[in-house]
């Protein structure tokens, strides 16, 4: 059976980072408003979703930091491959035994009929152990078709389809590696 410590865990690397922590977006309102009202913005049109409860955490979407167990690699060469520029991108790593399992949980993600939100059930969270992310490590296939097939002007989202850490919490800046893909 695998250990946390063979996990590693990925964020794509943020724009004017402030202070020594990475903050969940609701703990950068009052800290650096002027950063909140940028990365705000990413939920227009998805205000359903920046509104949803991470069930098993007990807070609110904008209280946890999102991970992905997903390593950015091939999502960025399925990208690459229907022909799209990618500039190189820079993602942090992390230990995934640096997270403390009672503050993390892995969401599975649900597609949305229609482009509608539909809101989390209970049995779209996993607990925050090695068997699941070994279970949610690699990239799903639907994922890499649909980024294979992204259209030229869409957003580069990697993860929307992706399973996601979840963590209540903040990550010291000195926890964090970094790859270049």
């Known amino acids: 059976m695998p250990a946390l410590s063979e996990f590693t865990l990925y964020h794509r690397v943020v724009r004017d980072v402030r202070g020594e922590a990475l903050l969940p977006l609701n703990a950068l309102r009052d800290t650096h408003p002027d950063v909140y009202a940028r990365e705000a913005t990413k939920y227009a049109g998805r205000e359903e979703l920046a509104a ?6 007990e807070c609110g979407w904008g209280d946890v930091l999102f991970f992905s167990p997903v390593h ?3 999502l960025l060469d399925a990208v690459r491959e229907s022909g799209r520029e990618v500039p190189p991108l820079r993602f942090w790593t992390l230990r995934a035994d640096a997270l403390n399992p009672a ?6 993600v649900r597609p949305w009929p229609g482009g509608r939100y539909t ?6 969270y996993a607990p925050y152990d090695a068997p699941t992310l070994a279970q949610v490590s690699e990239p799903p296939v639907t994922t ?4 294979r097939t992204l259209p030229p002007h869409a957003p580069l989202i990697l993860w929307s389809d992706v399973p996601h850490v979840l963590y209540r919490g903040t990550i010291p800046l000195s926890a964090l590696g970094e790859v270049r893909l």
């Open 72 to 74: 950015p690699g091939p």
């Open 144 to 147: 890499l078709k649909r980024l």
């Open 119 to 124: 809101p989390p059930l209970p049995d779209d």
């Open 103 to 108: 503050r993390a949980c892995v969401k599975r």
């Open 52 to 57: 949803e409860r991470a069930l098993p955490l």
